[in-house]
C-alpha cells in the first residue's frame, strides 16, 4: 500500500512537500476550493520546484471551477516544471460550488471536461463548446510553454457509481474523501472495470482514498480530544456537506443528524438560508475548534478516519488494500511533521 499527503493549498506547502517527498511518500496533493484555500497550481508549482521524485496531485479541481483549456494549460505547465509526476484529480466541484452558494456540475459535463483536458494535456485535438459554437482546439504552442509529452495522471473524485463509470470510460483512475467502507471501494472497482472494458480503456487505474489517521498513544480513548482534533475536518466536512444539502441527511444516524442541528444553531444559519456558505465553510479542512470535537460523534470516527493501536490499524490498512485501494493520502492537521513521520513508520 502506498501513502500520500493532502494539505490546503497556500505559500509554505513546499516545506511539507520536501518533508513528505524525504520521508518516502508517494504523493502530495492540495485541495482546489477558491473561496476557502489558496490556488493550487500556484502551491504545487513551489512543490515542484522544492522536490524532485513525488508526485503532485491536484485533490481537485472541476469544470465549475475552470474552461477545459484553462485547466489543460495549467496542468501542463504544472508538468513542465515537474514532468511525468502531475496527478490531475476532477470533480463534479461539490466543495468548490458550495462555498460559493452554488450547487455542483453535472455528471455529464465532468465527463466531458475530464475527456477534454485529458486529450489537450496529452498534446492532442479536442472538440470545445461555448453556447452554439463548437470549434477543434490544440495547444498551437508547445516547447518551452507547456509539456505534453510527458504522461498526466487523471483521477475522478467518486462517491457513487456514476463517477466511477466515467472513470472507467475515460481510462481515469478514482479518487475518494472519508470513504473506507470495502464493500464500496469492491462496487466502485467493479463498476469502474466494466465500463472501461465497455470502452475499451485500460482495465487498471490506481485507487485513492483521503482521510486522516491516528496511532492511539498507550491507554488513549479512540475518541479522545486529540483524536478528534486528528480527524475532525473529515468529520466537520460530512457534517458540512449535509448542513449544506439537507436530502443527504436520511443517510444519517440520529446521533450525526443531531450534530447536523447543532451545528446549523452553532453557525446561526439554516438549511435554506441563502447566505447559509457564509458561515458553514468557517476553517474548512483546517484543524477543528476546540469547540466543535462535541459535533465529532463516535461514528464519524470509526467511518471517516484511521483511528486506532497500530495493530488495529496495520490490519485495517490491509483490508483496504484487499479491497483495490493502491494509496492512502493523509491530512496532517494538528502536528504535521510528527503525524508525517508516524504514517511513514506505520506503511514501511
Same mark, same amino acid.
Given at each position: 500500500?502506498?501513502?500520500?499527503?493532502?494539505?490546503?493549498?497556500?505559500p509554505g506547502v513546499e516545506d511539507l512537500a520536501a518533508r513528505a517527498e524525504q520521508l518516502g511518500f508517494t504523493s502530495f496533493w492540495v485541495?482546489?476550493?477558491?473561496?476557502?484555500?489558496?490556488?493550487?497550481f500556484v502551491s504545487l508549482a513551489l512543490c515542484a520546484k522544492a522536490t524532485s521524485v513525488i508526485r503532485l496531485g491536484i485533490g481537485v479541481t472541476s469544470p465549475a471551477l475552470r474552461s477545459a483549456p484553462a485547466a489543460a494549460a495549467a496542468v501542463s505547465s504544472l508538468n513542465a516544471i515537474a514532468p511525468g509526476r502531475v496527478i490531475?484529480?476532477?470533480?463534479?466541484?461539490?466543495? %468548490?460550488? *458550495?462555498? #460559493?452558494?452554488?450547487?455542483?456540475? @453535472?455528471?455529464?459535463?465532468?465527463?466531458?471536461? $475530464? =475527456? %477534454?483536458? *485529458?486529450? #489537450?494535456?496529452?498534446?492532442?485535438? @479536442?472538440?470545445?463548446?461555448?453556447?452554439?459554437? $463548437? =470549434?477543434?482546439? *490544440?495547444? #498551437?504552442?508547445?516547447?518551452?510553454?507547456?509539456?505534453?509529452?510527458?504522461?498526466?495522471?487523471?483521477?475522478?473524485?467518486?462517491?457513487?457509481?456514476?463517477?466511477?463509470?466515467?472513470?472507467?470510460?475515460?481510462?481515469?483512475?478514482v479518487i475518494s474523501f472519508g470513504l473506507l467502507a470495502p464493500d464500496l471501494w469492491t462496487a466502485f472497482h467493479d463498476t469502474r472495470r466494466a465500463a472501461a472494458?465497455?470502452?475499451?480503456?485500460?482495465?487498471?487505474?490506481?485507487?485513492?482514498?483521503?482521510?486522516?489517521?491516528?496511532?492511539?498513544?498507550?491507554?488513549?480513548?479512540?475518541?479522545?480530544?486529540?483524536a478528534k482534533d486528528s480527524m475532525g475536518h473529515v468529520a466537520m466536512a460530512l457534517l458540512t456537506f449535509a448542513a449544506d444539502?439537507?436530502?443527504?441527511?436520511?443517510?444519517?444516524?440520529?446521533?450525526?443528524?443531531?450534530a447536523v442541528r447543532r451545528l446549523l444553531r452553532r453557525r446561526g444559519t439554516?438549511?435554506?438560508?441563502?447566505?447559509?456558505?457564509?458561515?458553514?465553510?468557517?476553517?474548512?479542512?483546517?484543524?477543528?475548534?476546540?469547540?466543535?470535537?462535541?459535533?465529532?460523534?463516535?461514528?464519524?470516527?470509526d467511518k471517516l478516519a484511521l483511528v486506532g493501536t497500530r495493530d488495529e490499524l496495520v490490519q485495517r490498512i490491509a483490508t483496504l488494500e484487499a479491497a483495490g485501494i493502491d494509496?492512502?493520502?493523509?491530512?496532517?492537521?494538528?502536528?504535521?511533521?510528527?503525524?508525517?513521520?508516524?504514517?511513514?513508520?506505520?506503511?514501511a
Open positions: 500500500m502506498r501513502s500520500g499527503i493532502v494539505v490546503t493549498a497556500r485541495y482546489d476550493t477558491p473561496m476557502v484555500n489558496g490556488d493550487p490531475c484529480g476532477v470533480g463534479t466541484g461539490n466543495t %468548490a460550488r *458550495r462555498t #460559493l452558494g452554488m450547487l455542483p456540475t @453535472t455528471m455529464a459535463r465532468l465527463e466531458d471536461f $475530464t =475527456r %477534454a483536458v *485529458r486529450e #489537450l494535456t496529452a498534446g492532442r485535438e @479536442t472538440e470545445y463548446t461555448e453556447g452554439s459554437r $463548437t =470549434r477543434d482546439i *490544440r495547444f #498551437l504552442h508547445v516547447g518551452p510553454y507547456v509539456n505534453t509529452e510527458d504522461p498526466v495522471e487523471f483521477v475522478v473524485a467518486a462517491f457513487g457509481l456514476k463517477a466511477a463509470a466515467i472513470a472507467g470510460r475515460i481510462g481515469a483512475g472494458v465497455g470502452a475499451g480503456q485500460p482495465e487498471a487505474a490506481d485507487s485513492y482514498v483521503m482521510t486522516s489517521l491516528r496511532v492511539l498513544d498507550d491507554g488513549e480513548d479512540r475518541y479522545s480530544d486529540l444539502n439537507p436530502a443527504f441527511g436520511d443517510s444519517l444516524e440520529p446521533a450525526e443528524a443531531d439554516t438549511a435554506t438560508a441563502p447566505d447559509r456558505h457564509r458561515s458553514l465553510y468557517r476553517n474548512y479542512l483546517g484543524r477543528i475548534d476546540a469547540a466543535d470535537r462535541d459535533l465529532v460523534v463516535p461514528s464519524l470516527v494509496e492512502i493520502v493523509i491530512q496532517p492537521v494538528v502536528d504535521p511533521d510528527r503525524e508525517m513521520g508516524v504514517l511513514a513508520e506505520l506503511m
